[in-house]
Structure formats: structure tokens, C-alpha cells
């Protein structure tokens, strides 16, 4: 919202709140605003700066906390998701799945940790891995 100043001929000052600086501009064309004290459709702004309300700033933060809390929710789930069907191999990840690649070890899907170097040197190899953000859950 953008509150502008007005002004009629007889110079009684008064606010009005529009949606956007193209409301206004039509409003004035089209004759649809009138002063509140003797209601003259000569109207122009009284002060050129507009100011802006809070609310839409409010709006905005809010929809990015809401955005970052939905991308936790997924990552969280992604992590259950993850627990629940992988053996988790904790440090000796690459070298387990190096043995599943290789064959040496039994097919299974497996999660556990590993240094971005040693991750890139398993894809190389054709391994299949992926490193994904490891969120804390809620309750932890
Ligand atoms: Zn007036």
C-alpha cells in the first residue's frame, strides 16, 4: 500500500491509501477522487513522497520464514526417509560403497559419512552417491 498526501484546490489536506502509484493515477483520470471536506474533484498529491506501509514487508518476511521452514520439513523428511531405508555404515561409508559398487558386498542402500573429496572420487568411479544436507530432526 502507498499512502500519498492530497490536496484539494481550497487546500484541505487529507490521506488516501492505494494499492500501487497506478491506482492513484487512474483514480485522478477518471474523476473518482474527491476531497472529504467539500468534495472538489481537483486533487493532486500534497507531498511527493509516498511512504510505504509495514504490512507488505511483514508479508514478505513471513512468506520466507514459511519458505525456509518448508525446506526443513522436506529435509527432515528426506533424512527419515533415508533412516528408515538405508544400513547406515557411519565412517566407513565410501569404502562400503565402493564394495557394493564392485560387488564384493551385498546390494543395499546404504547412508553414512564421507568428506567431499572422497564423495567426488566414488562418482568418478561410477558410484552411485549423493550428499544431501543432513538437517537435525525436530526433537534432537
Ligand atoms: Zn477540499
Avoid at 72 to 88: F, H, I, P, S, W
Avoid at 123 to 134: D, F, L, N, S
Amino acid at each position: 500500500m502507498i499512502r500519498y498526501n492530497l490536496q484539494c484546490r481550497k487546500a484541505h489536506q487529507f490521506e488516501a491509501w492505494f494499492r500501487d502509484s497506478g491506482l492513484y493515477d487512474a483514480q485522478v483520470a477518471a474523476g473518482e477522487l474527491t476531497c472529504p471536506v467539500c468534495g472538489s474533484k481537483q486533487v493532486e498529491k500534497a507531498v511527493m513522497a509516498p511512504s510505504i506501509s509495514t504490512g507488505k514487508r511483514r508479508e514478505k518476511a513471513k512468506a520466507e520464514a514459511e519458505q525456509a521452514a518448508k525446506v526443513l520439513k522436506g529435509l527432515r523428511e528426506m533424512r527419515q526417509q533415508v533412516e528408515a531405508n538405508c544400513d547406515y555404515v557411519g565412517p566407513s561409508f565410501a569404502e562400503e560403497a565402493r564394495k557394493i559398487h564392485y560387488g564384493e558386498s551385498e546390494q543395499r542402500n546404504i547412508y553414512g559419512e564421507t568428506d567431499a573429496k572422497e564423495a567426488e572420487t566414488l562418482k568418478e568411479e561410477g558410484v552411485a552417491v549423493q550428499r544431501i544436507p543432513w538437517v537435525p530432526l525436530e526433537n534432537s
